[in-house]
């Protein structure tokens, strides 16, 4: 059954419970999800709403990158490394630590100024699930910032992201990795 979403809130928030509920399910090594990653969705999602919770810091994804070996966050090689902005500038992305991850120059190149989201589904993949938690929480952020988490979807004003390309449904955890090169 697909879920409908009236507002900008609901669709990200469920997203980013979808989300935690997969980061769960893939640390596990989990084949399929079970019925724990359900209850971690449901009461994330709830607690989002109510606002008895709130998303992870982006600073924990910031003591990642300095933990996790320097690779290309698309494709994970080691070689012609470079900053790239996973929203990019030219789309409204701010240029600031937490929205720059390492590219090499192939994949940087390739993405350009594109959505990273976008840029992934196009080539049939689908994002690694801690790139997408730092794009999420970007994407949130943004949206409380800018008072828009509470718009109707169909009324939204134009976004540096892509709220059309944010996945919902997940695939199974075993079709999931954590980051693009295997974490010690």
């Not at 640390?27 to 607690?47: F, P, W």
């Amino acid at each position: 059954m697909k879920r409908e979403f009236r507002y900008v809130g609901e669709f990200l928030y469920w997203s980013y419970a979808s989300l935690a509920m997969a980061h769960a399910a893939v640390s596990q090594n989990a084949d399929k999800y079970e019925r724990v990653h359900y209850i971690i969705r449901t009461r994330l999602y709830n607690g989002l709403r109510s606002g008895s919770m709130r998303i992870g810091p982006l600073a924990d994804d910031e003591r990642l990158k300095l933990i996790i070996p320097q690779a290309c966050s698309y494709c994970g090689s080691h070689h012609h490394l470079a900053v790239d902005h996973l929203i990019p500038l030219k789309l409204g992305g701010e240029d600031r630590g937490d929205n720059l991850v390492w590219a090499c120059r192939t994949c940087n190149s390739s993405k350009g100024a594109s959505d990273v989201l976008e840029w992934l589904l196009g080539k049939g993949v689908f994002p690694p699930v801690l790139l997408l938690r730092r794009y999420l929480k970007i994407a949130i952020d943004y949206c409380l910032c800018n008072e828009i988490i509470n718009y109707l979807i169909t009324e939204v004003p134009p976004l540096p992201f892509s709220l059309h390309a944010i996945p919902h449904d997940y695939p199974s955890p075993r079709e999931l990795c954590l980051w693009i090169i295997p974490l010690r």
